[in-house]
Nanobody, 124 residues
């Protein structure tokens, strides 16, 4: 059974930074794409970023481009989301997810396993 455990969320002032981590159990981590999604209160969950298995290719939602960086360490079975220049509108529960595939895409139905989420709150 694959398990994903996020950490690193918290309360930060606007303009600040946070780094989220996602530790993944199981032996398939290095072969599959990873993604980060978020859900703000009263809104649907949305795509934030994804990264291919080798870490060389990543893609971002327009609203985080230039501010967020996704990365991974396959030796540690861990994915990361570095978030800089945070805005109050970035406040959400952030979820990491493991894709069924080796190519990252922004479609939630392609992600088989999900973490429990970690709260990020950005104060103005």
């Amino acid at each position: 059974q694959v398990q994903l455990v996020e950490s690193g969320g918290g309360l930060v002032q606007a303009g600040g930074s946070l780094t989220l981590s996602c530790a993944v159990s199981g032996r398939t981590f290095g072969a599959t794409a990873m993604g980060w999604f978020r859900q703000a209160p009263g809104k649907e969950r949305e795509f934030v970023a994804h990264i291919d298995p080798n870490g060389n290719n990543a893609a971002y939602a327009d609203f985080v481009k230039g501010r967020f960086t996704i990365s991974r360490d396959n030796a540690k079975n861990t994915a990361y989301l570095q978030m800089n220049s945070l805005k109050p509108e970035d406040t959400a529960v952030y979820y990491c997810a493991q894709s069924q595939y080796s190519i990252g895409r922004p479609y939630q139905n392609e992600y088989r396993y999900w973490g429990q989420g970690t709260q990020v709150t950005v104060s103005s």
